[in-house]
């Protein structure tokens, strides 16, 4: 009887929620993705490729800094390294041309001063994340959980926050 009246009571709920979103559910339109605006879209950009892979292994850094697993913080900053290498002969191959996401940065491929600034600042900021991923990788071997975090923090400042700071657009 308890668990027939339990049943009623979820489908009543049920029912006044179903009943409520019927009624007003033209007025959460946008809730729901019914508005005007257009979503924002992320550009395949150097430096949102690079943001996107660096976030991943610094949250699985961060993890594994909580749990004390400073082998997955060592691994995980020698991939971020590598990525910052990796990232630079993807999108300025030496020989090559910039491809399309120069364009959709506002920016005009075919002006060599504007590529070559570009892959310069790019590049500044690329040699600091590796620098600072290899300094990651120093000092978790202490396991000391709280220096290991310092040293992360360090990257985030010296390098992802200095690069937002220059390359993001003011609003």
Same mark, same amino acid.
């Given at each position: 009887m308890k668990k027939i009246n339990q049943i009623c009571i979820a489908v009543f709920i049920m029912t006044i929620i179903a009943l409520g979103l019927t009624i007003h559910g033209w007025q959460c339109s946008e809730?729901?993705?019914?508005?005007?605006e257009k979503p924002f879209i992320q550009k395949n950009t150097p430096?949102?490729?690079?943001? !996107?892979?660096? *976030?991943?292994?610094?949250? !699985?850094?961060?993890?594994?800094?909580?749990? $004390?697993d400073f *082998?997955?913080?060592?691994?995980?900053?020698?991939?971020?390294?590598?990525? $910052? *290498? =990796?990232?630079? !002969? &993807?999108? /300025?191959?030496?020989g090559k041309k910039v491809d399309q996401w120069f364009t959709e940065?506002?920016?005009?491929?075919?002006?060599?001063? =504007?590529?070559?600034? &570009?892959? $310069?600042? /790019?590049?500044?900021?690329?040699n600091v994340v590796?620098? =600072?991923? $290899? *300094?990651?990788a120093e000092v978790a071997k202490s396991g000391n959980i709280a220096e290991t975090y310092e040293?992360?923090? =360090?990257?985030l400042k010296s390098a992802c926050f200095a690069c937002h700071t220059v390359s993001r657009a003011k609003k």
């Open positions: 809730a729901f993705g019914n508005s005007g430096t949102s490729s690079l943001m !996107r892979i660096i *976030n991943t292994h610094t949250a !699985r850094m961060l993890e594994a800094i909580m749990v $004390g *082998n997955t913080v060592i691994k995980k900053s020698n991939d971020i390294s590598k990525v $910052g *290498n =990796a990232i630079m !002969r &993807m999108f /300025f191959s030496e940065v506002g920016k005009d491929p075919d002006d060599p001063e =504007a590529v070559k600034l &570009m892959k $310069g600042d /790019f590049e500044k900021y690329s590796i620098e =600072a991923s $290899g *300094n990651i040293s992360i923090e =360090a990257m």
